[in-house]
């Protein structure tokens, strides 16, 4: 069975940081994209970042790159998101996530992605 454990959200000031991490366990973690989607409240889900399965490749979207770094550690089966200059509207559940063996046409949709984890939340305030 596939699990995702997301850790490390929390409260914190505009410009601050805060790193998440996700665990994960059930699949062969090393073969798969993993990313991060986030959800705030009333809104729909929206993709923030993924990284190809050797770790080497990674993508953004717009409003948090140059911000926020997405990095794995296959050999600890972890996936991490390092989030600074953090603002308001970065406020949102985070949710760990993988497409599994699905191929991904389009990254940016949150829906591809088969596999999430129960999320962590993170608020932004001042």
């Known amino acids: 069975e596939v699990q995702l454990v997301e850790s490390g959200g929390g409260l914190v000031q505009p410009g601050g940081s805060l790193r998440l991490s996700c665990a994960t366990s059930?699949?062969?973690?090393?073969?798969?994209?993993m990313a991060w989607v986030r959800q705030a409240p009333g809104k729909e889900p929206e993709w923030v970042a993924s990284i190809n399965n050797g770790g080497d490749i990674t993508y953004y979207r717009d409003s948090v790159r140059g911000r926020f770094t997405i990095s794995r550690d296959n050999a600890k089966n972890s996936v991490s998101l390092q989030m600074n200059s953090l603002k308001s509207e970065d406020t949102a559940e985070y949710y760990c996530v993988t497409p599994g063996e699905r191929v991904v046409r389009r990254m940016e949709d949150p829906y591809e992605y088969d596999y999430w984890g129960r999320g962590t939340q993170v608020f932004v305030t001042s």
């Open positions: 059930g699949f062969t973690f090393g073969k798969y994209t």
